[in-house]
């Protein structure tokens, strides 16, 4: 039989390994970028042509490389950073595998100028597929320029496999983000379709978080600094105040490199126990500085996994180090005197304003002129649920701020209304347990109606036919008041601006990254907070941006989210009822948007059996 195992060409085996390193532009860039901090880099920009399908342009000025270096680069397994396997675990650069431009070479079209300082020329080379085009002297600054053109050009299936430009682009940001965190001391700057979404002077490292994440963050932050004979820890969190819904600014970096760990997170969160809710998330950037050998961070091609030779040590000093920084907080203010006295202003946040009742919360029109006909039937369906149930007294009982509870209220009574056939007019009253749930009674048991779900399910077709509709009811703002937002943020905002005016709000642009806001929804008249309701929108639209759901429908979640009651609260019998009338009026009312249960049905033969043991 004759010999069947050959050495795969260079080309291919250059695409295999690309399908590990570069998964999508956002891989180029962090590749790119990393490279240039480990060249020496005092000044770093990046140029993004339609979310890095069209270019990826890193520009730096850094140590530059020899013509011989230049031609090198582009080889599998060529690298300046290691020579032997031991250096393995000495490593302190950024790259080490030798990887990364033979596989960006491997699916993109690839242009590389470069010189030394010292030298007088620098060497201009063009590859596209592994194949080298050209390779010729050309005049260029001191530094490296590398230009990334038509991503995945050859492997067709590849590109089709990648996500819209705004879901791409949030990715690009993402890693940006993380470069230029690790590194305060560098000019970063990033430019995407010739606008500048990021302009980051060189400073300290709460100055840099501040610049990345918005002139509002610097209020937020509470330093934290740990030394012992295994690690050295620093950077800031999150005051408890301003934890967010949704994951996205909390960063770890072991030895300048941004990691992910589970693990550590819990830590931190942990330090956190007793001062935030199970359903929000701290801001956090956290550095730790290691004996590299204490680690292996050969784990993964992207490096973002790495393995801690004593895991729960650092666990333990993580966790302490947080919960005694914010200990300190909640007696005095910590002060950074490195900082400018511009970053040290602090403002006390808002004080909360109480819920409405319902009633104000949806218009109480809501549902009623414009009935679809699937709404009409579901009507009718439900009212076939109440039918049959005995009359009995009337014995109501005054409203009180105390919980209703099955144990006190069980046997409070309503009046039959006999001369209406809507299923709205309940033939008994509903009850509520723990300000939680309300439960209903129907002719075969009984609903338990999650009251949270419920509502949400109410705003949410709500909201939606308002945009399909554009329906504006719009509150004016007695006073415009200016929202600032992250650089990264205001693409997002831009982009989805016009749906969010749909639904109640006046916003305008005013120019770099700020709006002003005219007006809200009506029904959102008594908002906490309408910038943090700006920023919810946003955050929530980038969790759920990779769904196949429309951007009219992501944003009708988003506000359904935001609108909604919260899961703890007092109902009145009144307002249970508007609420039972108005889930079972909606086109699905069986389901949240976030595909939670609306309610559950117990009907008598299972509570027979439950007794009957």
């Given at each position: 039989?004759?010999?069947?195992?050959?050495?795969?060409?260079?080309?291919?085996?250059n695409?295999?390994?690309?399908?590990?390193?570069?998964?999508?532009?956002?891989?180029?860039?962090?590749?790119?970028?990393?490279?240039?901090?480990d060249?020496?880099?005092?000044?770093?920009k990046?140029?993004?042509?339609?979310?890095?399908?069209?270019?990826?342009?890193?520009?730096d000025?850094?140590?530059?490389?020899?013509?011989?270096?230049?031609?090198?680069?582009?080889?599998?397994?060529?690298?300046?950073?290691?020579?032997?396997?031991?250096?393995?675990?000495?490593?302190?650069?950024?790259?080490?595998?030798?990887?990364?431009?033979?596989?960006?070479?491997?699916?993109?079209?690839?242009?590389?100028?470069?010189?030394?300082?010292?030298?007088?020329?620098?060497?201009?080379?063009?590859?596209?597929?592994?194949?080298?085009?050209?390779?010729?002297?050309c005049q260029?600054?001191?530094?490296?320029?590398?230009?990334?053109?038509?991503?995945?050009?050859?492997?067709?299936?590849?590109?089709?496999?990648?996500?819209?430009?705004?879901?791409?682009?949030?990715?690009?940001?993402?890693?940006?983000?993380?470069?230029?965190?690790?590194?305060?001391?560098?000019?970063f700057?990033?430019?995407?379709?010739?606008?500048?979404?990021?302009?980051?002077?060189?400073?300290?490292?709460?100055?840099?978080?501040?610049?990345?994440?918005?002139?509002?963050?610097?209020?937020?932050?509470?330093?934290?600094?740990?030394?012992?004979?295994?690690?050295?820890?620093?950077?800031?969190?999150?005051?408890?105040?301003?934890?967010?819904?949704?994951?996205?600014?909390?960063?770890?970096?072991?030895?300048?490199?941004?990691?992910k760990?589970?693990?550590?997170?819990?830590?931190?969160?942990?330090?956190?126990?007793?001062?935030?809710?199970?359903?929000?998330?701290?801001?956090?950037?956290?550095?730790?500085?290691?004996?590299?050998?204490?680690?292996?961070?050969?784990?993964?091609?992207?490096?973002?996994?790495?393995?801690?030779?004593?895991?729960?040590?650092?666990?333990?000093?993580?966790?302490?180090t947080?919960?005694?920084?914010?200990?300190?907080?909640?007696?005095?203010?910590?002060?950074?005197?490195?900082?400018?006295?511009?970053?040290?202003?602090?403002?006390?946040?808002?004080?909360?304003?109480e819920?409405?009742?319902?009633?104000?919360?949806v218009?109480?029109?809501?549902?009623?002129?414009?009935?679809?006909?699937?709404?009409?039937?579901?009507?009718?369906?439900?009212?076939?649920?109440?039918?049959?149930?005995?009359?009995?007294?009337?014995?109501?009982?005054?409203n009180?701020?105390?919980?209703?509870?099955?144990e006190?209220?069980w046997?409070?009574t309503?009046?039959?209304?006999?001369?209406?056939?809507?299923?709205?007019?309940?033939?008994?009253?509903?009850?509520?347990?723990?300000?939680?749930?309300?439960?209903?009674?129907?002719?075969?048991?009984?609903?338990?109606?999650?009251?949270?779900?419920?509502?949400?399910?109410i705003l949410?077709?709500?909201?939606?036919?308002?945009?399909?509709?554009?329906?504006?009811?719009t509150?004016?703002?007695?006073?415009?008041?200016?929202?600032?937002?992250p650089?990264a943020?205001?693409?997002?905002?831009?982009?989805?601006?016009?749906?969010?005016?749909?639904?109640?709000?006046?916003?305008?642009?005013?120019?770099?990254?700020?709006?002003?806001?005219?007006?809200?929804?009506?029904?959102?008249?008594?908002?906490?907070?309408?910038?943090?309701?700006i920023?919810?929108?946003?955050?929530?639209?980038k969790?759920?941006?990779?769904?196949?759901?429309?951007?009219?429908e992501r944003?009708a979640?988003?506000?359904?989210?935001?609108?909604?009651?919260?899961?703890?609260?007092?109902?009145?019998?009144?307002?249970?009822?508007?609420?039972i009338?108005?889930?079972?009026?909606?086109?699905?009312?069986f389901?949240?948007?976030?595909?939670?249960?609306?309610?559950?049905?117990?009907?008598?033969?299972?509570l027979?059996?439950?007794?009957?043991?």
């Amino acid at each position: 039989m004759a010999d069947i195992i050959q050495l795969l060409p260079d080309a291919i085996a250059n695409q295999i390994a690309a399908g590990e390193v570069i998964q999508r532009p956002a891989s180029v860039v962090k590749e790119l970028m990393e490279n240039a901090i480990d060249a020496g880099s005092t000044s770093i920009k990046l140029i993004i042509k339609d979310s890095g399908k069209t270019l990826i342009q890193v520009i730096d000025d850094g140590c530059g490389m020899s013509e011989t270096d230049a031609r090198m680069s582009f080889e599998r397994h060529a690298t300046s950073k290691i020579r032997a396997a031991k250096d393995l675990f000495a490593i302190r650069t950024m790259g080490f595998r030798g990887e990364a431009m033979a596989s960006i070479a491997a699916i993109a079209q690839v242009e590389l100028k470069t010189r030394r300082r010292k030298d007088e020329l620098g060497t201009r080379i063009v590859i596209e597929g592994s194949e080298v085009k050209s390779q010729e002297p050309c005049q260029c600054t001191a530094g490296t320029q590398f230009s990334i053109k038509n991503l995945f050009y050859n492997v067709p299936a590849r590109r089709n496999f990648l996500k819209s430009n705004t879901v791409e682009m949030r990715h690009i940001l993402d890693e940006f983000q993380r470069v230029a965190i690790a590194n305060p001391d560098i000019f970063f700057s990033l430019y995407h379709n010739n606008s500048e979404i990021f302009h980051l002077p060189p400073g300290n490292l709460r100055q840099r978080i501040v610049g990345v994440f918005g002139s509002n963050t610097n209020k937020k932050l509470v330093p934290i600094q740990e030394e012992t004979d295994v690690t050295k820890i620093h950077g800031f969190v999150g005051k408890p105040e301003y934890a967010k819904k949704t994951r996205g600014q909390q960063y770890f970096f072991v030895n300048n490199r941004f990691i992910k760990s589970g693990y550590l997170n819990h830590a931190v969160v942990s330090a956190y126990e007793e001062l935030i809710s199970k359903e929000v998330y701290p801001l956090y950037v956290i550095f730790l500085e290691i004996d590299p050998s204490r680690i292996d961070i050969n784990v993964h091609p992207t490096k973002q996994e790495i393995k801690f030779d004593d895991e729960r040590l650092i666990y333990n000093y993580l966790k302490v180090t947080v919960k005694h920084a914010l200990g300190q907080f909640n007696v005095a203010p910590s002060l950074d005197f490195d900082t400018s006295p511009n970053f040290v202003n602090y403002t006390a946040p808002k004080n909360k304003i109480e819920r409405p009742p319902i009633s104000n919360q949806v218009p109480s029109s809501f549902g009623v002129p414009k009935q679809s006909a699937l709404q009409k039937n579901n009507q009718k369906n439900w009212q076939k649920l109440y039918e049959g149930l005995d009359p009995f007294e009337d014995s109501k009982k005054e409203n009180s701020s105390e919980p209703l509870t099955i144990e006190s209220e069980w046997t409070d009574t309503g009046t039959i209304d006999d001369t209406s056939q809507s299923f709205t007019k309940q033939k008994k009253e509903p009850y509520q347990i723990h300000n939680k749930y309300i439960v209903s009674q129907i002719k075969s048991g009984f609903l338990l109606i999650d009251q949270q779900a419920a509502h949400e399910r109410i705003l949410f077709e709500y909201f939606l036919n308002k945009i399909k509709n554009q329906e504006q009811y719009t509150q004016a703002e007695l006073f415009p008041k200016t929202i600032n937002l992250p650089p990264a943020d205001v693409p997002i905002l831009k982009e989805i601006l016009s749906d969010i005016n749909k639904m109640g709000f006046d916003i305008k642009e005013f120019g770099n990254d700020t709006f002003i806001m005219h007006g809200i929804p009506a029904e959102l008249d008594n908002a906490e907070d309408e910038e943090k309701l700006i920023e919810s929108l946003i955050e929530q639209y980038k969790l759920n941006i990779d769904l196949s759901s429309s951007i009219q429908e992501r944003l009708a979640i988003v506000m359904a989210m935001n609108g909604a009651m919260k899961k703890m609260g007092y109902l009145t019998v009144e307002e249970m009822q508007s609420l039972i009338d108005r889930l079972f009026a909606c086109e699905i009312p069986f389901k949240s948007p976030r595909g939670k249960n609306c309610f559950i049905t117990y009907n008598l033969q299972e509570l027979q059996k439950r007794f009957e043991g």
